[in-house]
């Protein structure tokens, strides 16, 4: 996902008029990018620990975030932003690459921080087991922990040992839906024509319940995906007409989802729409200045190092989270905002650890093995 890019530590000149021609040097690294994944990891986790304190009837209110909770609440859009991020991303590591070399490129990012996050997420919940006051509980089995480092536990209909990992297998099936289109040969015009009839069949496949087509065509996400793939579009030739409408199309079907998104949320308070509406369409606005090459020339070194943060922590956060805090709380009687800040605190080290000790070693050994079939020669970390 967006939260698993490439690590290319070049900062990009401004390419907003760019040519449409596929370049074949390695896509550039945006620095604003990695801030922005990394914002939206921490919103995610202020939403489901703000959540988990709402439930939790062990303490005190006054213990609890009843402030901070209504705000929290929001933070259900990081994954929205997540999958925009991720059409723009993906699009541009995916030009110029074979199909075998676009998809080394991401199993080498995606699996090795997975791989530790299903296994420490299943030792921690196995030995620290919450089961009050969190919306997921329950302690894996073998075969499940197995099942999930395959990254096919919903397709194999297996409980996923962390609930977050559900938005894997929707970006599993928008890089197969990129390896297609790698396949045919990535040009401006390809893309344009694919995302106009992918958002189209977006809007048109939930009039048809049970269509076989709808986890294919992905129609509660693929808004923000054509998206992001329209900004990369925009990025090349800002002067695309036909890209301004299809985005201009995206945006105003994500409202629409978003809505009913929040709509949906039953946190036990009112949560009103149109801060919502405001966020997604702020992260609408904030991606396309990136990708016009605004925030180009911005050289903060240490947002790459929040870009790198950001998938480990993402896959670990959650009930590893819930555990810490519901552990400290049964210990101490520190406040809620505390213990959260805390379990932030070690979920961000542990997941630097992650990439330090597995993701840089690693991932070039994966890459190297499957994109040329051999591991012998000098590996880069």
Known sequence: MALATENVPVVAKPTGTATSGAGSSRPPRLLALDGLRLVCALAVA???FGDSWRLDGVRPPA??????APVLIYGFLGVEVFFLISGFVICMSAWGRSVRSFAASR???LYPAFWVGVVLTAVVITVLPVTVGVPVSGTPSLGEVVVNLSMLAEPLNTPLVDTVYWTLWVELRFYLIMMFLVGTGLTDRRVRVFGTAWLAAAVVLPLFPG???REVVMPDFAPYFVAGMTMLLLRRSRHDRWS???LACCWLVSLQHVEVRTLDLKPGFVVPVWPALVLITGAYGVLLAIA???TDRLDWRWLGTAGALTYPFYLLHQRIGYSLIRTAQAHTELPAWVLIAGAVAILLTAAWLVHRLVERPLAP?????IGTGRLAGRIGV
């Open 46 to 48: 202020g939403y489901h």
């Open 244 to 246: 301004w409408v299809l």
């Open 292 to 294: 016009l090459g605004v």
């Open 211 to 213: 269509a076989p087509l």
């Open 365 to 369: 050994l994966l890459r190297r093995w």
């Open 63 to 68: 213990q609890h975030l009843p402030h901070a």
């Open 107 to 109: 199993v080498a990012r």
